[in-house]
């Protein structure tokens, strides 16, 4: 199973989650963790091991982080530096957060292949009306 974990500054992440189940219903294998103003790193990183357990090919983990560079990519990063079966991408939007639900459904589906797929499919995420 490829378990989502989001993971941003502030709210955004919850309400990613929010909308998620707007849109596509309640997801068993999704999850997200905030970065609070008041947090610390070392807090931080307590929250990503209560949630990133028991990793192994059999029970991977794709990670949606909201920039690169800041606190949350850069400590659960560590995570995926560890171990193959934890993969993490920056830049993440809602449209990305439903295909990544959508594909979970295909069984057999790696999370390296997963994880490709949806870097190719980012560009096509965003756009400018009216143009």
Same mark, same amino acid.
Request: net charge negative; hydrophobic share 40%; glycine share 10%.
């Given at each position: 199973?490829?378990?989502?974990?989001?993971?941003?500054?502030?709210?955004?992440?919850?309400?990613?989650?929010?909308?998620?189940?707007?849109?596509?219903?309640?997801?068993?294998?999704?999850?997200?963790?905030?970065?609070?103003?008041?947090?610390?790193?070392?807090?931080?990183?307590?929250? %990503?091991?209560? @949630?990133?357990? *028991? /990793?192994?090919?059999?029970?991977?983990?794709?990670?949606?982080?909201? #920039?690169?560079?800041?606190?949350?990519?850069?400590?659960?990063?560590? %995570?995926?530096? @560890?171990?193959? *079966? /934890?993969?993490?991408?920056?830049?993440?939007?809602?449209?990305?957060? #439903?295909?990544?639900?959508?594909?979970?459904?295909?069984?057999?589906?790696?999370?390296?292949?997963?994880?490709?797929?949806?870097?190719?499919?980012?560009?096509?995420?965003?756009?400018?009306?009216?143009?």
């Amino acid at each position: 199973m490829i378990h989502i974990l989001i993971t941003s500054h502030g709210g955004m992440a919850q309400g990613m989650v929010q909308s998620v189940k707007m849109l596509v219903g309640e997801q068993e294998n999704l999850d997200y963790v905030t970065f609070d103003e008041e947090m610390g790193q070392d807090e931080l990183d307590e929250l %990503y091991a209560d @949630k990133i357990k *028991d /990793v192994s090919e059999d029970n991977q983990y794709l990670i949606l982080c909201d #920039i690169k560079g800041g606190s949350p990519f850069n400590v659960v990063s560590r %995570y995926s530096f @560890k171990n193959d *079966d /934890v993969a993490v991408i920056y830049g993440m939007n809602l449209p990305i957060l #439903i295909e990544a639900i959508v594909q979970c459904g295909n069984e057999g589906l790696k999370l390296k292949e997963l994880a490709g797929y949806l870097q190719q499919q980012a560009g096509s995420t965003i756009g400018l009306s009216g143009l």
